[in-house]
């Protein structure tokens, strides 16, 4: 805050010192950049008059928008008028000078208050100083103190305010680079370019959970990673968005980033597991709207950065094995797990939706997949049927009609030989999922 005192004496007031723009340019001062509000607030009518008449206010970018004779009012407009600048005369009745600024600052923080008073007391000066004060001059001053005082503050308030708008703006592109920061972050801390106390600390930074991601998962197609795909860029990016898209969409409730490795790949990072079945509902539905065959690999991460970085790697090496998969057999297997729960579902009815052989289907399903046709459909099925028993009450036989058996007895069969465990079984004790090349 800064202070300054109005000139009087003997009742009356000195001769006004009218300011040019171009004198105010002499004293250093820039045009004003922002238009403030203030208020005169003395018990004496002829001060308030002698200070709203003797300087030139839209020079200084300012406005005098009312008066008050004592405290409460000065307290009052200051509420109902958003007062920018308080002229204060410390000798009020009511409510005196120091005990207006104190409620002034909790009540309308962002005014700013120029004492005017006749008191030349060190208690006074000690008080006004502690309130925030920077200037505290004595009655009479001369128009052209009071007017460089007043620019001097105007100037001050125009600073601050740029800095605001400064901040405001870096915080505002912030916040909206925030989404590419995350992924950047994510992919240094995979490929080992950070130490986990500096992960941990830009976690808080991100406003990310603050702990590492449980889980790593990336999503790989044809030719994604490939430099001499017949693909052109900008088609892989507008794949890449549209999987990105997809998968924001599935992951909606869960805490996590997604991210673009350098080989093209979209990779996430998981706070919290995902439901089982997450892979195949990516690989379906980015199969379903984008048209093309896709692979997911999640892997659940236990040991800290370092088990992270592994889960990261191991991933890759899977997908890396993946694309040595042909599309027959790509298309194959997703046709597979979109049609599990159809009980014509054959070798035959498949091939020919494939519009290849049966014999060359099962031929090339065992050669690429080391696993028959029966086998890959069961795994289908089993996988479903854990899901619906992990996540609903179904009765069994409800499970077996859902995913393709025409009976308990031969669901159950199937079912124990993959688990382990018969379906009762495992709801009442839980066992693991079905490994494979599903």
């Not at 004779?69 to 410390?90: C, Q």
């Not at 997911?296 to 592994?310: A, H, I, K």
């Not at 031929?363 to 696993?371: A, T, Y």
């Amino acid at each position: 805050m800064s202070g300054v005192v109005t000139q009087a004496s003997g009742g009356g007031h000195g001769e006004p010192m009218m300011w040019s723009l171009e004198k105010a340019h002499s004293i250093g001062m820039n045009p004003p950049t922002a238009s403030y509000r203030v208020l005169i607030a003395d018990d004496e009518p002829i001060i308030r008059e002698g200070i709203r008449e003797a300087i030139p206010w839209s020079e200084l970018g300012m406005e005098v928008v009312g008066e008050a004779e004592d405290g409460e009012e000065a307290l009052e407009l200051a509420r109902e008028l958003d007062i920018h600048i308080m002229l204060v005369d410390l000798n009020m009745p009511f409510l005196n000078g120091i005990e207006l600024i104190r409620r002034l600052q909790e009540e309308c923080p962002d005014c700013r208050c120029l004492i005017i008073s006749g008191h030349d007391e060190f208690a006074y000066a000690q008080e006004a100083v502690r309130l925030g004060v920077q200037d505290y001059l004595l009655k009479p001053v001369d128009d052209r103190q009071l007017y460089e005082t007043l620019s001097g503050l105007r100037q001050r308030m125009d600073e601050e305010l740029a800095r605001s708008a400064y901040v405001e703006q870096t915080v505002t592109q912030l916040e909206r680079h925030i989404p590419l920061l995350r992924s950047r972050c994510c992919l240094e801390w995979l490929e080992g370019f950070m130490e986990e106390p500096e992960v941990l600390e830009q976690l808080g930074f991100l406003s990310l959970p603050p702990h590492l991601p449980v889980q790593i998962g990336l999503v790989r197609w044809p030719g994604g990673e490939s430099q001499q795909s017949i693909m052109q860029e900008s088609e892989r990016q507008l794949l890449r968005f549209g999987a990105e898209n997809i998968m924001g969409e599935l992951l909606t409730e869960l805490p996590h980033v997604l991210f673009q490795t350098r080989g093209g790949l979209v990779g996430m990072c998981l706070w919290q597991i995902a439901p089982e079945g997450l892979e195949a509902e990516i690989e379906q539905k980015i199969g379903s709207f984008l048209n093309i065959a896709v692979h997911c690999c999640l892997e659940t991460n236990e040991d800290g950065l370092v088990g992270l970085r592994e889960a990261y790697r191991h991933c890759r090496e899977q997908l890396q094995h993946e694309s040595q998969v042909s599309p027959l057999v790509r298309r194959a297997r997703q046709l597979i797990r979109e049609r599990y729960a159809q009980r014509e579902l054959t070798l035959d009815s498949l091939a020919a939706s494939l519009q290849v052989s049966p014999v060359y289907l099962s031929r090339v399903l065992k050669k690429e997949l080391n696993e028959n046709f029966v086998t890959l459909v069961t795994r289908t099925r089993i996988r479903k049927a854990v899901q619906l028993l992990d996540s609903t009450l179904l009765p069994i036989h409800a499970i077996a009609e859902q995913t393709g058996y025409d009976s308990q007895h031969y669901f159950s069969t199937a079912f124990k030989k993959i688990m382990g465990v018969s379906p009762a079984q495992y709801r009442r004790g839980g066992s693991r999922l079905p490994s494979g090349n599903q």
